[in-house]
């Protein structure tokens, strides 16, 4: 009796445990497509035995783990090339931006209008006594003023831009930081009670690569399944289930734009920003601090050379009216954002190099037209053009490193992927062929209890 | 090596975005015609570029104050040609004037006939271009030969010249003041025809043979000026030759520094709309091989 008993015992745990196995199977081939969900196995093995005679006899099947196929090393890596994708992305795209004023192959931007200045200096020395030539030089000049006026503008509303980015990114991480910090609890709970938190685990591990995307962390798991996630230089962002967020610190030296700052819980926030490696939030603090300031002191020295070399020219000359030592351009200020024509009267525009030549006299013209080729000495001995030129180069470089560092990264990262699919990515196939496989298995397990049932009915009917 | 189907569409999605980018590159470059337009392209060559269009600017700006000192000598050329008739018309008739059968009246006649080739010298003298005195130094502004009493004229120019700028430094000097010309510099051609307009009129014979050497002298000082005029333009046409040279070179550099190979952006577009249409081919027959096409 009890060997029959036993054999419907054993179908019924293969019925439940194929089941349990197609279910796995089941919630694999539905997240085919769910990103960060990392493939299930159900892990069989035999039930204990029972000691019998001659020998021990087998008791059936049961699932003993729902595995999750996982590579921690590939997934730091993806963590590490997430946070350099966010970071060269960020710098990218604010360069891409910048790099826009350069409008020279289409005959707009500064350099354009620096040779439409001097052609019309050019033009007042062929004609030096004709008013149309000089108006036409005060309005290029006022277009020069006008081009350097927008762009330091511009590039100033960049900055900002980026800093209200800043602003967004730190709030995006707080609120990743405290959905990770509440999927700590949850894990340490489930698997508390011996249970294996594998979505939730998926789950958790998506918003770390979000964060890693914003803001480079470090991530340590205790033994109640925890993580602990650190930044820049060992800042506890999460310990168990609490999380410090970061604030943005307005930085009184620096036009106040935010820094990142790291609040312990106890006593005043501390500027993290320096220790920031990686993520978006280093690639909008090395636009925003670094690659525009400097685009824009390149414009301030361009502009105060034009202004001051043309200024100390012209104020040597004569106008039409006999005006001398007047100044072309504003004296005052003589930044890209400031640079403006100080002359309003096209007669003031001193052509003549001599007080009695006037009105035909274009020698002082001349020689402002030759600045045009002059080593200027406040742009270490080279043309407005050349310095202008090394500019544009300057921030192309930096355009096109960024743009080569996102493609690299980008390889880098998408072969990651592919190793972090290899591992964890459900197969369509693999999970069909399970199906059959299960599928069979319960088949079969479902036969031995009509088996079962059976041999119950023969030894029933002996008693007739 | 598992292959999981994310991977099969990862690498999908990813060749797809491949193939797309580099098939908006290619009509981006056909559309523009430009292989370089922005610095991040090549920030060497969009250097080059910046370069190019400041040299070509200057250049083409040259050719134009060329052309604008040209147009000047041409009418200084044209007046000093006309000097030349007035007075080789007045030597003519200083020499009737001079044979001894011409009378006291026969004299004052010709002097009325000098005196307006006088005027008319005085006109020319005041040449203006556009509004510009071309013979009055710098004070372009003024005419600058006044008539006064007496046939006397008086030079109110001054000795400045006005240059353009054909090179780096390299100017030429488009006017020539009226003091070299009619003043000066071997001798004032106004006073000359003043002392022969006054032996005119007073029969004086010695003083007509001092006017003919006057107006000899004249003349020979006016073929001195278009002398120089002459050589003026020869530079001023030389230096447009080359300019336009230079400009012609400038013109081919930026073109190689800034323009797309158009075949070869065409056929890279062909080409890879050949592996766009590839690609989704093979992705088809990727998922036919699927088991799922088996399972019935």
């Known amino acids: ?464 | 090596m598992r292959i999981a189907d994310q991977q099969l569409f990862g690498l999908l999605q990813g060749r797809f975005q491949q193939i797309s980018q580099r098939i908006l590159l290619a009509q981006q470059q056909i559309a523009s015609q430009k292989e370089v337009s922005r610095p991040s392209d090549d920030p060497n060559t969009f250097g080059q570029i910046i370069s190019d269009k400041s040299d070509l600017s200057r250049a083409e700006q040259r050719i134009r104050n060329v052309e604008f000192g040209a147009s000047r000598l041409d009418a200084a050329d044209s007046a000093l040609a006309t000097v030349n008739q007035v007075l080789s018309r007045i030597k003519e008739l200083a020499v009737q004037a001079r044979s001894d059968t011409a009378t006291a009246s026969d004299r004052s006649l010709i002097a009325k006939e000098v005196r307006e080739l006088h005027r008319q010298l005085v006109q020319v003298a005041n040449t203006e271009v556009n509004g510009t005195s071309i013979f009055a130094g710098t004070k372009t502004d003024l005419a600058p030969f006044v008539l006064g009493p007496g046939d006397t004229v008086q030079y109110q120019g001054n000795a400045e010249t006005q240059s353009v700028e054909v090179g780096n430094g390299q100017r030429i000097q488009i006017t020539v003041p009226g003091n070299v010309i009619f003043t000066g510099p071997s001798m004032n051609l106004f006073d000359g025809l003043r002392d022969l307009l006054a032996s005119l009129e007073s029969n004086n014979g010695t003083g007509i043979e001092t006017g003919i050497g006057d107006v000899d002298r004249a003349l020979v000082q006016v073929a001195g000026t278009q002398g120089t005029i002459g050589a003026l333009a020869n530079r001023l046409e030389s230096t447009q030759r080359s300019l336009d040279d230079v400009s012609d070179l400038i013109k081919a550099a930026l073109s190689r520094h800034e323009d797309a190979d158009l075949a070869k952006a065409i056929s890279d577009l062909t080409g890879q709309q050949l592996a766009l249409e590839a690609t989704a081919r093979s992705a088809n027959r990727l998922f036919e091989n699927s088991l799922l096409n088996f399972l019935k």
């Not at chain 1, 960060?36 to 039930?47: F, L, N, W």
């Not at chain 1, 685009?295 to 012209?314: F, Y």
């Open chain 1, 1 to 464: 009796m009890s060997g029959i008993s036993q054999l419907l015992g054993i179908g019924q745990s293969g019925i439940f445990a194929f089941q349990r196995a197609l279910s796995v199977t089941a919630h694999n081939v539905s997240n085919v497509n769910t990103e960060g969900y990392a493939r299930q196995e159900a892990i069989v093995s035999e039930t204990r035995p029972q000691d019998d005679r001659p020998g021990q006899v087998g008791t059936g099947v049961q699932v003993t783990q729902i595995h999750r196929s996982f590579d921690t090393f590939v997934d730091q890596q993806l963590l590490a090339s997430q946070e350099q994708l966010g970071r060269f992305n960020a710098s990218h795209g604010a360069l891409t931006l910048v790099e826009g004023l350069f409008g020279d192959s289409n005959d707009l931007g500064l350099g354009h209008d620096l040779n439409e200045l001097f052609n019309a200096f050019q033009d007042v020395a062929n004609n030096p006594a004709d008013l149309p030539s000089r108006s036409v030089l005060l309005a290029k000049s006022q277009t020069l003023g006008a081009d350097f006026n927008r762009t330091a503008a511009t590039l100033t509303d960049q900055r900002q831009a980026l800093d209200r980015q800043v602003a967004d990114t730190l709030t995006e991480v707080n609120g990743l930081l405290g959905q990770i910090a509440g999927l700590n609890a949850q894990i340490a709970q489930a698997e508390l009670s011996g249970q294996q938190a594998n979505d939730l685990r998926d789950q958790r591990g998506r918003l770390i690569k979000d964060l890693g995307e914003r803001i480079d962390v470090t991530t340590v798991e205790d033994r109640t399944g925890q993580l602990t996630v650190f930044a820049g230089r060992g800042q506890i962002l999460i310990d168990k289930n609490t999380s410090y967020g970061l604030i943005g610190l307005p930085a009184g030296s620096n036009s106040g734009f935010l820094d990142v700052g790291y609040n312990p819980g106890n006593g005043a926030p501390v500027n993290i920003s320096s220790v920031v490696g990686s993520g978006r939030l280093r690639g909008l603090l090395d636009a925003r601090d670094q690659a525009i300031p400097r685009l824009l002191r390149s414009l301030d020295t361009l502009a105060a050379a034009v202004a001051t070399e043309i200024n100390r020219q012209h104020r040597l000359g004569f106008g039409l009216d006999g005006s001398t030592g007047v100044d072309f351009f504003s004296a005052s200020g003589l930044t890209a954002g400031t640079f403006a024509v100080a002359l309003t009267d096209p007669k003031q525009i001193a052509a003549s190099a001599t007080a009695t030549g006037v009105p035909g006299n274009n020698a002082n013209a001349l020689a402002v037209v030759d600045l045009q080729r002059a080593a200027i000495a406040s742009l270490a001995g080279s043309t407005f053009n050349d310095y202008y030129r090394a500019t544009a180069a300057d921030v192309g470089t930096a355009a096109k490193d960024a743009a080569q560092h996102v493609q690299a990264e980008e390889l880098i990262h998408e072969q990651l992927e592919n190793r972090w699919v290899e591992v964890s990515g459900v197969s369509l196939d693999e999970e069909l062929v399970n199906m059959i496989k299960y599928q069979r298995a319960f088949e079969a397990s479902s036969r031995l209890i009509v088996m079962g049932d059976e041999l119950l009915q023969t030894i029933l009917s002996l008693k007739r």
